[in-house]
């Protein structure tokens, strides 16, 4: 019993000595905070001035130690109270074989009664002391003083904190990794969205791919009989001639078939500067604007009249001059712009096709204006910018030497574009075949 009693003699002033040792850890020299973030990143504890991580771990070996320790050597009854109603003996005094209060364990009823009662407290049979308000004895456990209890609810408390501390640091490494994680999400998404783009790029038509593409489009639309509006418009006579352009080499072995002269006549030819000269053309060789018949009535005489004498002051100035006089461009659209809004205020009175057909010549003319202001209106009043041609093969090499496309045509000449779209459209079947 005595070597007991000196173990735990040793035990209980080791964890003491310990407990003081590790008492300055909690005293943390504070450095002066960062002023970016008022976070210290160079946190030290302790007299020796250790880092903050290796005092965590000194204090976590510690705290795991002591958690081995049987409580009940700091003074701590884990054990219920419950009631005993059996004696109660106190092997502590019977082995010491001294009397309580100078009294024999047999001799003093009082002692007697206070060692063997039926339980726990202050009544007999409640295994309380009496004569000793300090001392605690149940029934077959070791003794428990109060004293005792107060050093161990420290150092259990000394491990509360290094264990929670401990976990701090582990929840502390844990969220570090997380957002490690997260980074190399991040990462990794960015190098899909750029191996899909890549992807993309690599099975995608290119700009070029997808303008070949429609070009065949609309060759295919072109050969195989279009809208009447599409050749009128002269977008399916281009769609042809391009399309002949990369057979170029292979003309003079396409049908040498004849072009009449009456049908090149009515084609309006464009270099690219804009504008229409169909209209001033037929002017110029002494024909009379085609009003459509809407446009003929009494309510808009005055203004047809007035754009006619206009338009045909113009064209002489442009034939003579080279150029139209600013004015007489200012008249011409301000004339047109009244029949315009003569047209929207009659609109009730006027059949769809008649409402149709009179703006549809009412854009011709505002064509033919801006064709005025041209610098090369006298070239293609006086026919040099018009192609010329025998045969289709030859209409096709004039037209590529002076850089021409075809233009809409104006009224009176639907049927002339008609009949080039049939020669076109033969021709380029022939040269096709003879592929």
């Known amino acids: 019993m005595a070597s007991y009693t000196k173990r735990l003699t040793v035990a209980v002033l080791a964890g003491m000595a310990l407990g003081i040792l590790a008492a300055p850890a909690a005293a943390q020299i504070r450095i ?7 976070v210290n990143p160079v946190w030290r504890v302790g007299p020796l001035n250790t880092p903050l991580n290796q005092a965590a771990y000194n204090t976590a070996v510690f705290g795991n130690a002591m958690s081995q320790v049987p409580p009940w050597v700091y003074g701590y009854n884990p054990y219920p ?11 502590m005094l019977a082995n010491q074989g001294l009397p309580l209060g100078g009294a024999s364990l047999t001799s003093n009823p009082a002692i007697n009664s206070a060692l063997y009662s039926n339980g726990y407290g202050s009544s007999p049979g409640m295994g309380y002391n009496s004569l000793n308000n300090n001392s605690y004895y149940p029934g077959y456990y070791p003794p428990y003083y109060s004293g005792d209890y107060t050093l161990g609810a420290t150092l259990q408390g000394m491990g509360s904190v290094i264990s929670a501390q401990g976990q701090f ?5 844990q969220a570090k990794l997380i957002q ?8 990794d998404t960015r190098r899909k969205v750029y191996e899909e783009w890549l992807y993309e790029q690599a099975n995608m038509p290119s700009l070029q791919d997808r303008r070949e593409q429609l070009q065949r489009y ?5 050969m195989k009989d279009p809208p009447l509006v599409e050749i009128l418009s002269g977008t399916s006579l281009d769609a042809i001639y391009k399309d002949l352009l990369t057979k170029q080499a292979q003309w003079p072995k396409g049908p040498q078939w004849t072009i009449d002269d009456s049908v090149l006549k009515r084609i309006n030819w464009s270099s690219g500067a804009g504008g229409n000269a169909g209209m001033l053309k037929k002017l110029r060789d002494g024909e009379p604007l085609p009003w459509p018949a809407a ?4 309510a808009f005489a005055r203004e047809v009249t007035r754009i006619d004498t206009r338009m045909k002051d113009a064209v002489n100035q442009a034939e003579i001059r080279k150029t139209v006089d600013a004015g007489t461009l200012a008249d011409l659209r301000a004339d047109l712009k009244a029949m315009d809004e003569m047209v929207s205020s009659n609109i009730n009175d006027l059949a769809p096709s008649d409402s149709v ?14 064709a005025l ?4 209106i006298a070239e293609q009043l006086t026919g040099k910018l018009a192609a010329k041609g025998g045969t289709v093969p030859e209409l096709l090499q004039d037209m590529s030497s002076k850089g021409l496309t075809f233009a809409p045509a104006t009224s009176g000449d639907e049927s002339a574009y008609v009949a080039l779209h049939n020669y076109l459209v033969g021709f380029n079947a022939a040269l096709s075949g003879a592929q």
């Open 180 to 187: 490690q994680q997260e980074l190399q999400a991040k990462v």
């Open 169 to 173: 640091n582990i929840q502390n490494q």
């Open 218 to 222: 609309e060759l295919r639309r072109a």
């Open 357 to 370: 057909g009179a703006r549809r010549f009412l854009d011709q003319l505002a064509e033919a204006v801006n």
């Open 295 to 298: 446009l003929k009535t009494p």
């Open 32 to 38: 002066m905070p960062n002023s970016s973030n008022l």
């Open 81 to 91: 109270q419950v009631a005993n109603y059996g004696p109660v003996y106190n092997p």
């Open 373 to 376: 202001q041209k610098p090369n």
